[in-house]
């Protein structure tokens, strides 16, 4: 679990702040190799925008001098080691947009908890140090860590990615490693096939590009960090797909006297397409149809829920539905030629899969072998998972696809996974919670995986 830190205190009065209020916050993580100046960007961010009071500055001072890092390295171990170790959330607002803020961890060792923030992100900025790369060198090597979370970013389907070049004023010719490392940053994209929505020269110590723009430096006269981030798109939601409604809660009514509709209102947050009064249903595993007769939702008013969104729905009758379940569109016919005597069996817009190929993010300790059996999570059902096969794993530094048995820690690679049931699993590049999966340890219960169906 995500250790949330205490939010900065806007310093906007209400009225600026109420004047984006129909711009939906872009949620946005910073991440990158260890030291790359990720907590240092942020607390730039938030000084520099005017999102942090002074009282709150005056607690993190050194020496004399504001150390932005402290705003969000939270924990008493970051502080003592200079470290981001678990990931730390930070708000604040602009005239033009609200933001949320995941700072995630840089080393290799807490790549799970970059993990859990870039799954909810709608954007990522990859921090690259120019000092710790052989600027001088117009082939120069990436870090393998650079490399890793833009791959894991492409692999979460992060809609937006942007690499922020840091520490430029600290090199003896900035325009130079500019030149250098933006020319890297774009090969490396393209032969990962990556898209990358623009890459900035930054000073997160001087705030050079950050939010105030320095003319002219290293040949950039493009828009500051903060300006592309006012501009980035939210994620689209799944909202064009058929209904998959993961119930999460149950809440009966049974004084109810009403017996034109079901007593029970089934709990979660829409996955994918929307919750409509009238709709005709499936209940998964069951298969027992019915039709929508109420949705509400958090606020419990009636009316359509799209994906993305918290939903009650009532159907029209009583039907056995439990946690983990899911609520899905039910079954459309396929289409009879005239000449077709065989009535076609109608197709579920969501089947159920006992083989799934996917492609894994292997966080836990001990490296993955084909053959263990693991607890899978994916919506809010359990099943048990086993690794049938390790097919390959992925070279971050040639991309290569080689051959492997095993899964080491961190690694990024393919398996084929065998379920003991069946569930509404779907392509991640079609719909992102029904692709997504975690494996979780049956021994020491904690979350070794995340998985991407392909």
Known sequence: MSTTNSIATSAHPAGAAGQNDHISALRFITCGSVDDGKSTLIGRLLVDSKAVLQDHLAGVQRQGETDLALLTDGLSAEREQGITIDVA??????????????????????????VTAASQADAAVVLVDATKLDWQNPQLPLLPQTRRHSLLVHLLRVHSLVFAVNKLDAVADPELAWKHISAALERFAQEAGIAVHTTVPVSALKGWN?????????GYTGPTLLQILEQLPNTPTDAHLPLAFPVQWVEKFHDSAVTTQGRRVFWGRVAAGSATVGAEVQIFPSGQKAVVAQVIDHARRAGSVAAGLSAGITLDREVDVSRGDWVVAAPVAAAVAEDDFDT???????????????????????????GRTYWALHGH??????VRRVVHRLNINTLAEEDATQLE??????????????????????????????????????????????
């Open 409 to 454: 820690p961190n690694a990024i690679g393919h398996v084929e996974l065998l379920l003991q049931e069946a569930l509404p699993a779907a392509p991640f590049a079609q719909a992102r919670v029904l692709g997504s999966l975690i494996l979780v340890d049956t021994a020491s219960h904690k979350t070794a995986a995340a998985v991407l169906v392909n």
């Open 344 to 370: 076609p069996a109608a197709a579920s817009a969501w089947p159920g899969r006992k083989e799934l190929p996917a492609t894994i993010a292997w966080m836990d300790d001990e490296p993955l072998v084909a």
């Open 89 to 114: 959330y930070r708000y604040f607002a602009t005239e033009d947009r609200k933001f949320i803020i995941g700072d995630a961890p840089g080393h290799e060792q807490y790549t799970r908890n970059m």
């Open 381 to 386: 059902r359990w099943v048990k998972a086993k």
């Open 210 to 218: 950050v939010v105030d723009a320095h003319s002219g430096w290293c």
